[in-house]
């Protein structure tokens, strides 16, 4: 497993802008396919977006495409999901996952991946 640290969190106000960091150590960090999810009071977990492990190929949840970007940095061990035009429904924890096996990025269960950050609190006012 690989250990994941999320940051970048906080209170911004509707149509405003944040980028989420994930940072991640203890494994080959080029082997792992990552993900975010998220998870808003009263629902379940829900897929964000997902980075292949080449970082060749991404997947967005119809819900934030063209307004959500995830990239990663392999020098920082780093994955990165920039929102921009942020709407109050995409107020929640956001949690950052990892899945080994070099896979690619469009696995979006929960149960797929292997390890989990902590999560970091995104709150949109409006």
Known sequence: QV??????????????SLRLACAASGRTFI?????WFRQAPGKEREFVAGIAWSGRFTYYADSVKGRFTMSRD?????????????????TAVYYCAARGERSNPYYTSISSYDSWGQGTQVTVSS
């Open 3 to 16: 250990q994941l640290v999320e940051s970048g969190g906080g209170l911004v106000q509707a149509g405003g």
């Open 31 to 35: 082997n792992y396919a990552m993900a």
């Open 74 to 90: 392999y020098a920082k061990n780093t994955v990165y999901l920039q929102m921009n035009s942020l709407k109050t429904e995409d």
